[in-house]
């Protein structure tokens, strides 16, 4: 291992990491010596999680956190220092994704197939707020919480995880893709608000990955093929491959460079 990514002696939180590309990110960071805090709100996939990290001989701790509410976003802090004694890493991975139309579509393109529920449907305020609380409100409650904590160790690494979708448009997913633009913009605003104190600020943005919230579209050979297609490399991304960006952006290599997405998305954002 090159020395600027070890992350021995270090902790890192990471959100959403019951499964999908959070328990990647979570193993990976392992791997390079950083113990764990694992949060979802599911309790049992994050304690399958930090049981793995233990497993890789880092210790781990499991705290189910619901991140949309800000309570139980400082709870979760105050649980991890009181653990660890610090933190020097954060990666806000939860979200969600629902495609649905605003309004109803009736002779519209865009078929049901494509969407969680039928183009005669109109999203209620209830969830647009609900993916606007899980995949930005959820991002800023946990940078705010963990702050005061690094701005007083004058040192810190946050890493948000936002989409190719932040830059792309694409039918029947407003709200998340609002969500994930306006991460992108609140990581840019942080890196320079927090840059005196010597706290980092990046995002990730993956594309179009095969993972446990997009799984109804790859399974069907015709989905599957829909997906390549339009992915320049002609490829699946690997969970693995997100991990070690995440540890690089979580490591002293990256100890110059703030307030920038990088996008892993096999080409897409190129296009």
């Known amino acids: 291992m090159l020395p600027e990514m070890n992350l021995e002696g270090r902790t890192a939180i990471v959100t959403g990491a019951g499964r999908g590309i959070g328990r990647e990110i979570a193993l990976v960071l392992a791997e390079a010596g950083a113990n764990i805090v694992v949060a979802s709100r599911t309790d049992t996939e994050i304690e399958d999680t930090a049981a793995a990290v233990r497993e890789l001989g880092r210790d781990a701790i499991a705290i189910p956190t619901d991140v949309s509410s800000s309570s139980q976003v400082d709870a979760l802090i105050e649980q991890a220092l009181g653990y660890f004694g610090t933190v020097q890493i954060l990666v806000n991975n939860a979200g969600q994704l629902l495609k649905i139309p605003v309004v109803p579509l009736p002779d519209g393109p865009i078929g049901p197939p494509r969407a969680t529920r039928e183009t005669n449907y109109r999203t209620t305020d209830e969830e ?67 840059a005196p104190y010597n706290i980092l600020v990046n995002a990730i943005g993956p594309g179009d990955y095969h993972t446990e919230m997009t799984t109804r579209s790859w399974t069907t050979p015709e989905g599957r093929k829909r997906h390549l297609d339009g992915i320049p490399l002609n490829r699946e991304g690997t969970l693995r491959e997100l991990g070690v960006l995440a540890a690089y952006l979580a490591s002293p290599a990256s100890d110059y460079m703030t307030g920038q997405t990088i996008y892993m998305d096999g080409g897409l954002t190129a296009k």
């Open 128 to 194: 647009w707020q609900g993916i606007m609380d899980a995949n930005l409100n959820g991002v800023f409650y946990c940078c705010r919480a963990i702050a005061s904590h690094m701005i007083e160790q004058r040192y810190g690494k946050i890493i948000n995880i936002g989409s190719n979708n932040a830059t792309q448009a694409f039918p029947l997913v407003a709200a998340y893709n609002a969500s994930k633009a306006a991460v992108n913009m609140l990581t840019r605003v942080l890196a320079l608000e927090w």
